[in-house]
């Protein structure tokens, strides 16, 4: 089982930058996808962007490609999520959770363990 712990979300101005963390602990990673997902109000929860840990292939949402920048960490276990060029459609909670490298990259359903979220809002 992996537990997955964010931290970093806050508010900031349109334009701004935050850098997401998501620690994970409780099994080795190399076998599993790390993806960061988004839900706002009265939404449903979208796909942001994810990485393979073993191979550091990266996939990323079209609404935020070029934009936003995910990357891990080996040493430290965690996963991290540059947000740069922030607009105020960002602001959702974010989750960052894990699933085995096979399952479906860009789909809740493709992924077994969730962290509690942190909030990313963004003002005008």
């Known amino acids: 089982q992996v537990q997955l712990v964010e931290s970093g979300g806050g508010l900031v101005q349109a334009g701004g930058s935050l850098r997401l963390s998501c620690a994970a602990s409780g099994e080795t990673l190399s076998t599993y996808t790390i993806g960061w997902f988004r839900q706002a109000p009265g939404k449903e929860r979208e796909f942001v962007a994810a990485?393979?840990?073993?191979?550091?292939?990266?996939y990323y949402a079209d609404s935020v490609k070029g934009r936003f920048t995910i990357s891990r960490d080996v040493a430290k276990n965690t996963v991290y999520l540059q947000m740069n060029s922030l607009k105020l459609e960002d602001t959702a909670v974010y989750y960052c959770a894990t699933g085995l490298y096979y399952r479906d990259t860009r789909m809740p359903s493709g992924y077994d363990y969730w962290g509690q979220g942190t909030q990313v809002t963004v003002s005008s």
């Open positions: 990485i393979k840990w073993s191979t550091e292939d990266t």
